[in-house]
């Protein structure tokens, strides 16, 4: 996971339809594992 | 001794798209249908869960979904002085594996092939003459647009496509695609959300004068119950499309759109890791009475049948014909024979672009979310001064950024150490890309045989492909490169890179899943394996149904067409055939 937080990816969160029209904008959520654990 | 089961009125080869809807179709029309399918069952519920589908390294890198070449491997060279040798893994092109076929791990661009494509070689004479494409292999399908229209349709409100017409029964409609043959009605779902890298390319090429539009998807927008009464949800743009199957019940595929229904029907049975080996003619060649298969025990079995449906994945579909004597092999030597003939692949090139301080955020993806324009594609845009014919659509997708297999770096970027991290560290949120898909047009030199040297796990001859990126072709993607190139400047990126297509097709780094080809329909059974309604001219009651029926490849995605193409043999098949067996056009 240290890698994804270097890179700015946010795991498996399988749902960014309230951040698809922000465009440009930095996602504001740290990453999550597959087993749903946070970073 | 195979065992000797009852008869059924129709064995249908593989439960992908095309064997999923034909079963559909036939079953509603009363018949009793199973289908013998290769691989493993696979549903959304057991088997894609949202809970680990998210699983890179499992799915993208290992491949998990895929056929596995010790299940069925091929032979590749790229001209006929070569000697054709066994791929160890898949890698230029992905086969899918299990039931919902490759239509479980595909992206989902939905394109409509055009009007022009179905009669190119009439369309491409009138407009230029036929010194312009004397080398090509270039044929009309035997179908026209207007008996195909309806097909099309059918296709996309089963599986909810999102996008926007462009032409509505001859009338252009802002927003859509202009270039797109005329179509009777709306899409059945609005196109969905643009992310930042999409919307950027279409703000910069309409500025640039060019007709950007939403490409059309089978990732839903929104949810949608289809036809059949089947309900699928919204995307949610996860990111995990491509290679991945979809655990949102979102992404168009035989198990969202078909199966719930198929399934629950008693007139339809599936029988699941059983492989067909041949299909069994009768002496003089000319009836197919039924298809052998083993189980899962090894266990052999003959499946009696008055209607044999060839299903598989496109190439598997050529080499079931050439196993069971179906049609006459293509000899590119003096042109004779048929099967094996037109095969075809897909010629393409991409930009990449670099900014500074940007968040793309290329992880709110979809596997069909994005912009594409259609000014270079087929035949939209003149020919007449050029050295070639085709064309490509230029596509601004955003599909993941998934962290293993997505790490655009600058040219010259070390390939480990401190600077490369770095640089995926910039390049991750800075960087987008666009690419042209470009048409890929028979010659007399790329075709499929039997191998004379390689064999599967039963002993079956391996498929040998004999493919180059012909001359033609590798014009037209230069020219879309240079297209590009004056496309990437207004954008004002701090590096911009375009990438050239050279001769010499490699197997093995990823380009493209899209081959076609090789049991091509037509209206003539000299230069065609099946006829307008995918029914092979040798033996009336086989049909041979999928992109093996392609008589070239478009600059467009094939399952759209694929769909249609199942629709329309299946129509055939339930208005024309079974009133009447017989060969539904005579040679």
């Given at each position: 996971m240290a890698s994804w937080k270097m890179i700015g990816f946010p795991g498996a969160r399988?749902?960014?339809?309230?951040?698809?029209?922000?465009h440009n904008q930095p996602y504001p959520h740290g990453p999550v594992s597959i087993y749903g654990m946070g970073g | 001794m195979a065992r000797l089961l009852p008869?059924?009125?129709?064995?249908?080869?593989?439960?992908?798209w095309t064997g999923s809807i034909l079963a559909q179709q036939l079953t509603d029309a009363g018949l009793n249908v199973v289908a013998i399918e290769r691989g493993p069952w696979r549903d959304t519920a057991t088997d894609f869960n949202i809970a680990y589908m998210q699983d890179e390294l499992r799915y993208a890198v290992r491949k998990d979904l895929f056929l596995q070449p010790n299940v069925e491997a091929m032979t590749m060279r790229n001209d006929m002085s070569q000697t054709a040798l066994?791929?160890?893994?898949?890698g230029s092109f992905l086969p899918g594996n299990g039931v919902g076929g490759a239509?479980?791990?595909?992206?989902?661009?939905?394109?409509?092939?055009?009007?022009?494509?179905?009669?190119?070689?009439?369309?491409?004479?009138?407009?230029?003459?036929?010194?312009?494409?004397?080398?090509?292999?270039?044929?009309?399908?035997?179908?026209?647009?207007?008996?195909?229209?309806?097909s099309f349709d059918q296709f996309e409100y089963l599986c909810g496509i999102s996008g926007k017409a462009g032409n509505l029964k001859g009338q252009i409609q802002p927003g859509g695609n202009p270039f797109e043959s005329a179509r009777s009605r709306e899409y059945p779902n609005p196109p969905m959300r643009m992310p930042y890298a999409s919307t950027l390319f279409a703000q910069t090429m309409k500025e640039q004068g060019y007709h950007p539009f939403p490409l059309p998807s089978a990732n839903l927008s929104q949810a949608y119950v289809n036809p059949l009464g089947v309900r699928m949800g919204q995307c949610s743009y996860c990111g995990f499309c491509e290679r991945f199957a979809c655990g949102?019940?979102?992404?168009?595929?035989?198990?969202?759109?078909?199966?719930?229904?198929?399934?629950?029907?008693?007139?339809?049975?599936?029988?699941?890791?059983?492989?067909?080996?041949?299909?069994?003619?009768?002496?003089?060649?000319?009836?197919?009475?039924?298809?052998?298969?083993?189980?899962?025990?090894?266990?052999?079995?003959?499946?009696?049948?008055?209607?044999?449906?060839?299903?598989?994945?496109?190439?598997?579909?050529?080499?079931?014909?050439?196993?069971s004597r179906i049609g006459t092999q293509y000899d590119p030597k003096t042109g004779a024979g048929t099967v094996g003939r037109n095969y075809c692949y897909q010629t393409s090139a991409g930009a990449r672009l670099f900014f500074e301080g940007k968040h793309f955020n290329p992880f709110i993806g979809a596997g069909s979310l994005g912009q594409t324009i259609d000014d270079f594609n087929g035949d939209a845009f003149d020919h007449s001064k050029l050295d070639f014919v085709g064309g490509a659509g230029i596509s601004c997708t955003v599909t993941n950024g998934r962290p293993i297999g997505n790490r655009p770096t600058l040219p010259g970027t070390p390939r480990w150490g401190a600077q490369w991290k770095q640089?995926?560290?910039?390049?991750?949120?800075?960087?987008?890309?666009?690419?042209?898909?470009?048409?890929?047009?028979?010659?007399?030199?790329?075709?499929?045989?039997?191998?004379?040297?390689?064999?599967?796990?039963?002993?079956r001859p391996l498929l040998r492909m004999t493919f180059d990126f012909p001359d033609n072709d590798v014009a037209m993607s230069n020219y879309l490169s240079d297209q590009m190139e004056k496309m990437v400047k207004p954008f004002n990126a701090k590096y911009a890179a375009v990438s050239r297509l050279k001769k010499g097709w490699n197997s093995v780094p990823y380009q493209s899943t899209h081959n076609t080809g090789g049991a091509v329909m037509g209206n003539d059974p000299k230069t065609s394996a099946v006829n307008k309604y995918l029914q092979s001219w040798d033996v009336p009651n086989v049909f041979v149904i999928g992109a093996s029926a392609f008589a070239h490849n478009a600059g467009m995605n094939p399952t759209g067409t694929v769909g249609a193409l199942a629709f329309w043999a299946a129509e055939a098949i339930t208005t024309k055939y079974i009133k009447s067996p017989g060969a539904l056009v005579q040679a």
């Open positions: 399988y749902d960014y339809r309230d951040h698809i029209d922000k | 008869k059924k009125d129709a064995v249908i080869i593989g439960l992908g066994p791929m160890r893994d898949y239509g479980v791990h595909w992206n989902g661009h939905t394109w409509r092939f055009w009007d022009s494509d179905f009669s190119i070689r009439t369309h491409l004479t009138q407009r230029y003459g036929a010194a312009k494409i004397k080398n090509l292999q270039l044929q009309d399908w035997g179908v026209t647009w207007n008996e195909i229209e309806p949102n019940y979102s992404k168009a595929s035989a198990q969202t759109t078909v199966l719930p229904v198929l399934m629950k029907k008693p007139n339809f049975e599936v029988r699941t890791e059983c492989e067909v080996l041949k299909v069994n003619l009768t002496p003089d060649g000319k009836h197919a009475k039924s298809v052998t298969y083993l189980d899962a025990n090894g266990v052999e079995y003959e499946q009696p049948g008055d209607i044999v449906l060839i299903c598989a994945y496109a190439l598997m579909n050529v080499r079931m014909m050439l196993l640089a995926t560290v910039d390049g991750y949120q800075n960087s987008m890309g666009f690419g042209s898909q470009g048409s890929s047009y028979p010659v007399r030199e790329n075709y499929l045989d039997l191998d004379p040297t390689y064999t599967d796990r039963h002993g």
